[in-house]
């Protein structure tokens, strides 16, 4: 009898009876309750973290900085009730503690009270770091506290990164008031730079003037002083005159009695002396022409030069911006042509109020002249004109004593004036030095005020000036510089889609192994006929193949339509399982045939190898050196990593060379029951009394 035929009709014993007919359904159904089952479990668990009671404690106070109400805490509640991350619970620290301890909430986060405070002080001189805390209890679940630190961690980035934002918002608000300032500053620069040139222009225009003034008040020193030596040799001739006409009129009155004799004798010494008079009389009307002529002007000259000084001391000195340096030298000058222009204005006085007599004089003076002139002529005939000369003489005594007294009074003011136009001389000659050296600073300063304003200008255009999009921008880049840019080539859409490689195969090698609790490993009716070995091992393995193949689909059915497993090679995932199915069936068929009884239990031992190595939760590397060893020698490593590609997509390689290995454990496990299937058509003591009966 062929294998195919044996198999059918070890299948059909399952159609004899209720009991067989439900043990078939139940072999059928067994996969779905590790598959199906463990995925569904399995399939969310992230997604309803929401349904984890988590005590929320918040004690945070609050806090003020720039004028500014902080509360972190308040904010981060709202943050963490809008994301429902876990079913939070807002408590008291106490009622959290306990919670935690009696299992009522998995764990607890607290914000303490000085969490806002804390965030503030990063705007002042002693920044600190705000700490969350969080309490665990691994009593109440491992996998949980695991979970929360990952979140929690988040929570923490995101506070950070929102402090960091209002922090650096501050700087670059700062940077925007700093490049407005400077720019006022370039601004006051520019303005300042303006008036310092102006202000050099004016010391400029007031050096030249105080230079012209130094000419002048020079000149008018120099003139004064002729004016004054005039004004001495006037003193002293018409001293002279008077002393003379005085004794002239002395000895002419006196000697009247007898003076007709004795001008009959000294005709010629009276002409001498007319003559000498009337040289005297011209030089003395001269010299007052002279005083008479310069005294208005030399008086409006040292107002002048007054006037100006005064006006560049009240500009450089009580109304400028910034004081001039030479205000000393200044004001001495100011005071000097003061005091110049007052001297002048007394000797204009004195001419003017002795105008009368000075025009009295004069007249007298060229009188004088023409009497002595006269006298000098008719001085032959003196004797008969002695009686009008006596009296005229007496008359030009008078007159000579007071041009002698008013030439007194003239020399003194021109003492003084040619003493005060000295200073004015000296003191417009420091002002003027001192007006150079003022352009000289002037000019420095005008110079270092235009590299000031333009330092301030390009300072300005280099501070950057921020409006509210640009640092939006930048905090925002800078509070969190680093982010994480996550590309999955191949994503799993869930937990379960993960660990679907991992739970199927294991769901199929329980429903082989209890396939062959039901089915034997090799075909009693083939055996008692004398089949040949790989007969034998076909019939026994092909109704638990047939098995699988049904297994494969209900379970892959019940996972796509009922659970939502999406698989991205649907009829390659469900051929590949029927390969593995298949695999499965020969390798627990090998171990049941070889070992009988003890060979379930080795198919237990089996099953846990290959869980512990196949790398279907954490990487195979993370286990210990047994398991990388064992890891390339058992099936399931393969079958997980060909599963993996076949629902989640990637390349093809490993499920080829998955392919080649389930074929190779298959054909070989087929071959080991064949030799086992020969070694069983003898019959021993073994067989006939086993040790262990299962």
């Known amino acids: 009898m ?7 009709l070890e299948l059909r014993r399952f159609g004899r009876g209720r009991l067989p007919r439900a ?13 199906a089952l463990y995925l569904w479990s399995f399939w969310d668990p992230y997604g309803r973290l929401d349904r984890i009671p988590v005590a929320l404690v918040n004690d945070d106070k609050g806090a003020t900085a720039g004028g500014k109400k902080i509360t972190a805490g308040d904010d981060i509640v709202d943050g963490l009730r809008d994301s429902r991350t876990f079913a939070w619970h807002q408590v008291s620290d106490e009622e959290a503690r306990r919670g935690v301890e009696d299992g009522t909430y998995y764990l607890s986060l607290t914000l303490p009270a000085d969490l806002s405070r804390r965030i503030a002080s990063s705007s002042g001189d002693s920044p600190q770091t705000g700490a969350l805390q969080v309490r665990t209890n691994d009593a109440n679940n491992y996998i949980v506290g695991q979970i929360s630190r990952s979140v929690f961690n988040e929570v923490r980035s995101a506070a950070s990164t929102k402090t960091s934002r209002t922090f650096l918002d501050k700087i670059f608000v700062s940077f925007s008031d700093i490049h407005d300032k400077t720019v006022t500053a370039a601004e006051g620069a520019d303005r300042l730079n303006t008036g310092i040139g102006k202000a050099e222009k004016g010391s400029k225009d007031l050096a030249d003037g105080l230079k012209d003034a130094k000419s002048g008040s020079g000149k008018l020193a120099t003139g004064l002083k002729k004016l004054n030596t005039g004004a001495g040799d006037l ?18 009155n006196g000697v009247y009695g007898t003076a007709g004799p004795f001008l009959k004798d000294n005709e010629k010494t009276i002409g001498d002396t007319a003559r000498l008079v009337s040289d005297s009389a ?6 007052l022409d002279v005083l008479v002529k310069h005294a208005p002007g030399a008086a409006k000259l040292a107002h002048a030069n007054a006037d100006i000084l005064d006006a560049v001391y009240k500009a450089r000195c009580e109304t400028a911006a910034i004081p001039d340096p030479n205000c000393a030298d200044l004001k001495r000058a100011r005071t000097a042509t003061a005091e110049v222009a007052t001297v002048a204005d007394d000797l204009n006085t004195l001419v003017a109020d002795q105008d009368g007599d000075l025009k009295t004089m004069r007249d007298n003076l060229g009188t004088l002249q023409k009497q002595a002139t006269a006298l000098e002529q008719r001085a032959p005939h003196l004797y008969e004109d002695v009686d009008d000369a006596v009296t005229k003489i007496n ?37 003027a030095s001192g007006a150079q050296t003022l352009n000289g600073g002037l000019y420095k300063l005008s110079d270092g005020s235009d590299r000031l304003a333009g330092g301030l200008h390009d300072g300005a255009g280099k501070i950057p000036d921020y409006d509210k999009k640009d640092r939006d921008q930048r905090t925002g880049v800078m509070a969190d510089p680093v982010q994480l840019a996550s590309h999955d080539l191949h994503k799993a859409p869930n937990y379960g889609t993960g660990f679907a490689p991992y739970f199927i195969p294991l769901s199929l090698w329980v429903g082989a192994m209890v396939a062959y609790m039901l089915i034997p490993p090799l075909n009693r009716r083939a055996l008692a006929a004398g089949s040949p070995a790989w007969r034998i091992a076909l019939a026994g393995w092909l109704p638990v193949a047939a098995v699988g193949v049904l297994q494969v689909v209900a379970l892959m059915a019940v996972l796509h339509w009922a659970i939502g497993l999406q698989m991205l090679r649907a009829a390659g995932t469900i051929g590949f399982l029927c390969l593995v199915t298949g695999c499965f069936a020969a390798i627990v068929q090998w171990l049941n045939a070889r070992f009988g009884a003890a060979g379930r239990i080795l198919v237990l031992a089996l099953l846990m190898l290959q869980l512990t190595s196949a790398g279907g939760t954490y ?13 390339p020698f058992l099936p399931m490593s393969y079958i997980v990593e060909a599963l993996r590609r076949l629902i989640t997509g990637g390349g093809l390689g490993p499920v080829w060379q998955a392919c080649g290995v389930l074929a190779a454990f298959t054909a070989g496990a087929l071959a080991l029951t064949a030799l086992a299937a020969r070694q069983r058509q003898v019959w021993t003591l073994d067989r006939l009394h086993p040790e262990l009966s299962l």
């Open 282 to 287: 011209k030089t003395v009307k001269d010299n």
């Open 619 to 631: 990487p195979v590397q993370t286990s210990p050196r047994f398991f990388n060893a064992i890891h």
């Open 23 to 35: 043990a078939l359904v139940a072999l059928l159904v067994l996969p779905l309750l590790y598959g």
């Open 2 to 8: 062929r294998s195919p035929r044996l198999a059918a």
């Open 235 to 252: 003193q002293d001739g018409s001293r002279q005159v008077a002393d003379g006409t005085k004794a002239l009129a002395d000895k002419v």
């Open 395 to 431: 008359e030009l005594n008078t007159g000579a004593q007071k041009v002698a007294a008013g030439a007194k009074k003239l020399h003194t003011g021109l003492g003084t004036a040619q003493t005060g136009a000295t200073t004015l001389d000296k003191g417009i000659g420091t002002a």
